[in-house]
């Protein structure tokens, strides 16, 4: 399965950027993609998910209202708009797909594939 992310870098606190990742089409079995991120010297956490096939989604509550999960059918990519960035969204993030197929928050034992990750920083 392909994870390959891209769009992070340097942006001020308030600025927005967005990710992409390009992936394998997931399947009626495997329809969740993520996001998660991880801060300097912090575990891996939870952002944000979405079901590929019914377009819903479900947001890690700290970044409701200023994250936005999507996902393009034609061009089998899945995006994380970023918006009001703070100092604390600093990490690499990492694109991935769940072994499950219900939506809802994931911790890292339920990701079946990991992307490579992308480095986000907010200087404040």
């Known amino acids: 399965v392909q994870l390959q992310a891209s769009g992070g870098g340097l942006v001020q606190a308030g600025g927005s950027l967005r990710l992409s990742c390009a992936t394998s089409?997931?399947?009626?079995?495997?329809?969740?993609m993520g996001w998660f991120r991880q801060a300097p010297g912090k575990e891996r956490e939870f952002v944000a998910a979405?079901?590929?096939?019914?377009?819903?989604?479900y947001y890690k509550e700290s970044v409701k209202g200023r994250f936005g999960i999507s996902r393009d059918n034609a061009k089998n990519r899945v995006y994380l708009q970023l918006n009001s960035l703070e100092a604390e969204d600093t990490a690499v993030y990492y694109c991935?797909?769940?072994?499950?197929?219900?939506?809802?928050?994931?911790?890292?034992?339920?990701?079946?594939?990991w992307g490579q990750g992308t480095l986000v920083t907010v200087s404040s």
């Open positions: 991935v797909r769940s072994r499950w197929s219900i939506l809802g928050r994931m911790d890292s034992t339920d990701v079946q594939y």
């Open positions: 089409r997931p399947t009626v079995s495997r329809p969740i």
């Open positions: 979405i079901h590929w096939w019914t377009d819903t989604t």
